[in-house]
């Protein structure tokens, strides 16, 4: 079996944040349901949520070799102290002993944060976990785990069947020995937090369809591991609003697969949707079938085309598959009718949802089972599609899913535990930054990755699942179907379509048709002219989304060239985005697109040429002449001007999302252009605070506030913007995990560093003395307050862009007094404002004209959008 990232990152990473993006506050699902806080007295969290203590749980033994502990280490995503800041530490086999009913399934919840307690060194945890008969992990590394899905703590969730003997066993064994941080190095266990919650409905898992051969295969005497919890078409719902059990149902376009995603929707209000007869609430909440994903009104696309979803899982493991219907719109039998394929196997032929729950708003379930084998080269798949039944020739060629389920089925022997996850390349690329990797322990059957779980870390959970999805080309399911050579990435949406949009060679076009329109679009033998066949003499730049080429286009304009990784195929949505929005902006602080390139599998974009580069090429790590600290204040001063256009310049803000210093590009003439809007999203209107969306970003820069509660507003572009300021002042990357604990996160360090007033102390060397001290002050205080841990607490870029101009007037004119350069920084902000009213920014209506009648009052009395 292999053990890769590919094969477990994804589930890792969706239960790593179960329960942690969203407070909980919902009830224990009935009396007998324990919370437990591990090496503590227990307490309560900070929901309001109490935890008791282990001790009584404990099995005492002569063997016993435990103790309670605590890390002195909080990192900023912790939802609570408790139960993460304490643990139990194993140093031999040990087990917790707690009562259970007999005849009742529940789910088992283990909470981890590897961290540094009393004198334990997190890398040396490796050990077994065992609940009565059933091994759920084995040779397990939680820091592994953590650093793989660069996040500090998580949760495994597991569902144990009825135990006759009313006692749950859980035996937690360390590995005697292993090479973690050197040769033999004893090893330990340690858990923070376990919760044991019943699950009521004793039907809740009783059987599937086995596929391919349709024969039933009985599930309720197996232990599960839950590997995926979809909310298909809808957002994500947090465990205060499941139905009893605390789950959280996540966004499914993480795992949409193709560059079709179909349409979503919400039930309208006078559809009113209820459980049938002998159907429990626990199964799913009403708001998983509230929503929905369809295929879209077109039935010619729909034909040539399967809604489809791809999970990466271990081989040699048994899944069960649980699709939730609930029909929202149709009333008849053989309206909507599709087949359900999984891993190119029949599932279920000629589904109708009205027929088998009898009317619209009528939630019903369908569980299927199949085996998947470990296959040479490849990454374990489980894909999920749906097409359109031809055969029973439906009113409409369509289908609908409303939520998605995947659990791992434990083996003959009792065994779900899987391998330890292992890096992805660009992962390491990333880590590459740091000049330090991560050695894997000899005996861990897995490749360990490189990283630190570290502050910061953690707000990039969701990002390294965009590193790790490595797919390949495959044919379809139905009746000509071909599936573009391009899949989605984490988080995304996907407005793309597979097979309507030709390129100027008669290929397939992965982009849709209102996207091809937008701007120029290159042959791709036009773009091997301009850089001599992807000569490595022409690269420039290495990204996540590929190699950046110099070109030549035109006979003699200078660009340059992005292409995406062809073996990656990664990005298509990002792809798409960037076009869309760099079409339809124009701004002097922001890159401009010439056109692109989507022939034969390839993703292009073609940019104005950037002569200088990055921000980061001159900031360290680099040969280039240093900049000096006026420099620098311009630099930051236009980033502030794109991003504040963004935010203020069109009736809906535009938020970037992956603000960063090597996003942040320097023309001939030093002027800086914010770049890179594959992850931009539009903004709340007036109407809305925030809006909710998966999580991305990049390391160190990403907004803790939007982590935890995946709202994203304009302020999470202040805080990465916060540490472009201290990493433009500090000469350091966001991240350096060589550093010492406290010094890993740059805002940490420099919010430290600020508290302590030894600031000086971090500042770039070259820049020491040469800074005026109102100059210094009033950067700080700027970049301290966009790094600030709650939104509201934040300025806008409007206050930010002002407070810089301030800066570089009193950097300039030491002498003038702070009236004068409040003035001329005034001027400065206004002129800015008047030429962004010329400028054209989203095209046609969407411009907010009202925004230049008050460019002097903003700078006084700011304002919400």
Not at 505 to 532: P, Y
Not at 628 to 651: D, M, N, P, Q, V
Request: proline share 5%; net charge neutral; with cysteine.
């Amino acid at each position: 079996m292999k053990s890769t990232t590919q094969s477990m990152l994804p589930f890792i990473i969706f239960f790593s944040i179960l329960n942690i993006t969203t407070v909980i506050k919902s009830a224990p699902a009935s009396d007998s349901s324990l919370v437990i806080s591990c090496g503590s007295n227990g307490g309560t969290d900070s929901s309001g949520r109490k935890w008791e203590s282990d001790s009584k749980y404990l099995i005492a033994s002569s063997n016993n070799n435990n103790s309670a502990a605590t890390t002195q280490y909080q990192d900023p995503s912790l939802p609570s102290t408790i139960p993460y800041m304490s643990a139990r530490i194993f140093t031999s086999p040990s087990t917790y002993q707690f009562p259970v009913s007999p005849t009742t399934r529940f789910f088992l919840r283990l909470h981890f944060y590897p961290s540094s307690y009393a004198s334990s060194d997190p890398k040396d945890a490796y050990f077994d976990v065992v609940a009565n008969e059933f091994t759920l992990l084995r040779n397990f590394s939680a820091f592994i785990t953590a650093k793989a899905i660069t996040q500090a703590y998580f949760i495994k969730e597991f569902s144990l069947a009825p135990l006759q003997s009313g006692k749950l066993n859980i035996t937690f064994t360390p590995f005697a020995q292993h090479g973690g941080t050197g040769t033999g190095t004893s090893s330990y266990a340690f858990i923070n937090g376990i919760e044991i919650i019943p699950i009521p409905d004793s039907n809740m898992f009783q059987s599937a369809t086995f596929v391919p051969n349709g024969q039933f295969y009985e599930v309720g005497n197996n232990s599960l591991q839950t590997m995926f919890r979809l909310n298909v078409g809808g957002q994500s719902i947090p465990p205060n609003k499941d139905s009893g059990l605390s789950r959280t149902w996540y966004d499914d376009s993480t795992y949409l697969y193709g560059a079709a995603d179909g349409v979503t929707y919400v039930a309208d209000k006078d559809v009113k949707i209820q459980y049938p007869s002998g159907m429990s609430k626990e199964i799913a909440p009403l708001d998983v079938y509230g929503t929905a994903r369809s295929m879209g009104p077109n039935a010619t696309l729909n034909l040539n085309y399967n809604l489809s979803w791809e999970f990466l899982v271990d081989a040699n493991f048994t899944y069960v598959v649980r699709f939730h219907f609930c029909e929202l719109d149709l009333t008849k039998i053989n309206q909507r009718v599709f087949d359900i394929f999984i891993n190119n196997q029949t599932a279920q032929a000629a589904a109708d949802v009205i027929a088998w729950a009898g009317s619209k708003g009528v939630p019903v379930y369908k569980d299927f089972a199949t085996y998947v084998m470990d296959g040479a080269g490849d990454d374990e798949q489980l894909v999920v599609a749906l097409h359109p039944s031809v055969a029973a020739k439906p009113e409409y060629y369509d289908a609908i899913l409303n939520g998605l389920e995947i659990f791992k089925v434990n083996d003959s022997d009792g065994n779900l535990a899987g391998p330890n996850p292992t890096p992805s390349q660009m992962l390491l690329d990333a880590e590459g930054d740091t000049g330090k990797k991560f050695k894997p322990s000899k005996h861990n059957h897995a490749q360990a990755i490189g990283g630190a779980v570290g502050a910061g870390i953690v707000v990039i959970v969701v990002v390294c699942i965009f590193f790790v999805y490595r797919l390949k080309k495959r044919n379809g399911y139905g009746n000509g179907f071909v599936v573009c050579n391009w899949i989605p990435l984490h988080g995304s949406s996907h407005k793309s379509t597979t097979v309507t949009g030709k390129s100027s060679d008669g290929g397939n076009s992965n982009l849709s048709s209102l996207t091809q329109g937008l701007c120029q679009h290159f042959s791709l033998a036009e773009i091997r002219h301009a850089t001599k066949n992807f000569d490595e003499s022409q690269v420039i730049g290495v990204g996540g989304f590929g190699k950046v080429y110099e070109g030549v286009i035109d006979g003699g304009t200078k660009v340059a060239i992005k292409r995406s990784n062809p073996s990656s195929k990664q990005g298509v949505v990002e792809f798409e985005t960037e076009i869309k929005m760099l079409s339809r902006l124009r701004h002097q602080h922001l890159v401009s697109l010439i056109g692109f390139c989507d022939e034969n599998g390839e993703m292009i974009l073609v940019y104005d040429y950037m002569a200088n580069g990055t921000v980061r090429e001159h900031l360290y790590k680099t040969n280039k002449p240093a900049l000096s600290w006026t420099k620098r204040l311009e630099i930051c001063i236009g980033a502030a001007k794109g991003l504040h256009y963004l935010h203020t310049g069109a009736k809906h803000t535009i938020i970037h999302r992956d603000v960063k210093t090597t996003n942040i590009l320097l023309d001939e003439n030093w002027v800086a252009k914010v770049s890179d809007f594959g992850l931009s999203k539009t903004g709340a209107n007036l109407n809305q605070t925030h809006v909710t969306t998966m999580v991305k970003g990049s390391f160190g820069y990403l907004d803790p506030e939007y982590f935890r509660r995946q709202q994203l507003t304009e302020k999470s572009d202040v805080y990465s913007f916060g540490v472009v300021l201290l990493e433009v002042l500090c000469a350091r990357p966001p991240l350096d995990q060589s550093l010492p604990k406290e010094q890993v996160s740059l805002a940490d360090w420099a919010l430290l560093s600020l508290k302590k007033g030894t600031l000086e102390d971090i500042i770039d060397p070259l820049l020491k003395g040469k800074i005026n001290p109102h100059c210094l002050k009033t950067f700080v205080e700027t970049a301290e307050k966009c790094v600030a841990d709650c939104g509201l607490d934040r300025p806008s870029m409007n206050d930010v862009l002002w407070k810089l101009e301030f800066a570089l007037q009193l950097q300039e004119n030491p002498n003038g007094g702070k009236d004068a350069a409040k003035e001329k920084a005034n001027n400065a902000y206004a002129s800015h404002n008047s030429t962004s009213d010329i400028e054209e920014g989203i095209a046609g209506s969407e411009v907010d004209d009202s925004s230049s009648s008050a460019i002097y009052s903003q700078i006084v009395n700011p304002r919400g959008r």
